[in-house]
């Protein structure tokens, strides 16, 4: 089945509603539903509807934009920020350096359909970062190597800070393993950033594998999950007496980049 959540062919009821929605597998710990639902409310937004798309298969993408053409934009998230490329027409400039994408426009002009792509994560992430003041850190830990790492380390390069990628496999020579997280690294490595799904509800109990009692109250731990407000990860680094924040903050300031960008 394509779509196991709400799904609405052309009808009347929704002919001038506006359609926005999320793609992704699974969406249980969707963020952007809620987000815009609440959106539309607060801003008196009375002709727009955002859906989640629980795709399996991202082949179903192309029926979905045809069978909906009220839809007019969409998120991406786990696990198609990267697989979702091939099938998109036009890439944003962020998205060609990166590799990955999280937001998609639908043009439709002329009898056709093209997709735009934008990474508005670089955004998000780089307004949360100088929120909490992290411009002092010169150098960085990236936990993970998906679709949202390259997003973090992509920002990081135009902040000008040093970073190295985490990773159960050691994918290039920019990349250590967690067993390679030694008291040298961590201590010149004051900023570590979790880009993995690691602790992500409904996984709670889970965290990334790194020594916890290496870190000093020099480290800043930025974990891009929301979902708990305070995951494992921020937990073990509290102990530590260690500052963190969640990713709540990029995920809004993200969503409305991408708003932004479906009205543009």
């Not at 955002?50 to 179903?60: I, Q």
């Not at 069978?67 to 400039?93: A, C, H, N, R």
């Not at 930025?222 to 995951?231: H, K, M, R």
Request: neutral net charge; charged residues 20%; hydrophobic residues 35%.
């Amino acid at each position: 089945m394509r779509n196991k959540t709400e799904y609405y062919p052309c009808s009347s009821k929704y002919n001038k509603m506006r359609l926005f929605g999320l793609i992704g597998y699974p969406l249980g710990h969707s963020f952007s539903k809620k987000y815009f639902e609440e959106k539309f409310i607060s801003e008196h937004i009375i002709n727009a509807k955002f859906l989640n798309f629980e795709l399996e298969n991202l082949n179903d993408l192309h029926a979905l934009i045809h069978d909906m053409p009220q839809l007019e934009g969409f998120s991406v998230t786990i696990p198609y920020k990267s697989s979702i490329l091939p099938f998109v027409d036009i890439l944003s400039d962020e998205v060609k350096e990166i590799g990955a994408l999280n937001a998609v426009k639908i043009w439709r002009r002329n009898g056709k359909i093209e997709l735009s792509a934008h990474n508005t994560d670089t955004l998000g992430f780089e307004k949360s970062f100088t929120e909490h003041n992290l411009l002092h850190h010169k150098q960085a830990l990236i936990l993970g190597t998906g679709g949202s790492s390259k997003a973090v380390a992509y920002t990081l390069r135009k902040l000008k800070i040093d970073y190295l990628f985490v990773s159960r496999n050691n994918e290039t020579d920019n990349t250590l393993l967690y067993s390679d997280l030694m008291k040298d690294i961590l201590s010149s490595h004051s900023l570590i950033i979790n880009t993995t799904p690691s602790g992500m509800f409904p996984d709670i109990d889970t965290c990334p594998d790194i020594p916890y009692n290496l870190l000093t109250n020099k480290h800043f731990l930025f974990d891009l999950i929301y979902n708990p407000a305070q995951t494992l990860f921020m937990q073990k680094g509290c102990r530590q007496g260690v500052k963190v924040c969640n990713g709540y903050n990029m995920l809004r300031h993200q969503a409305d980049e991408a708003w932004r960008i479906w009205n543009g």
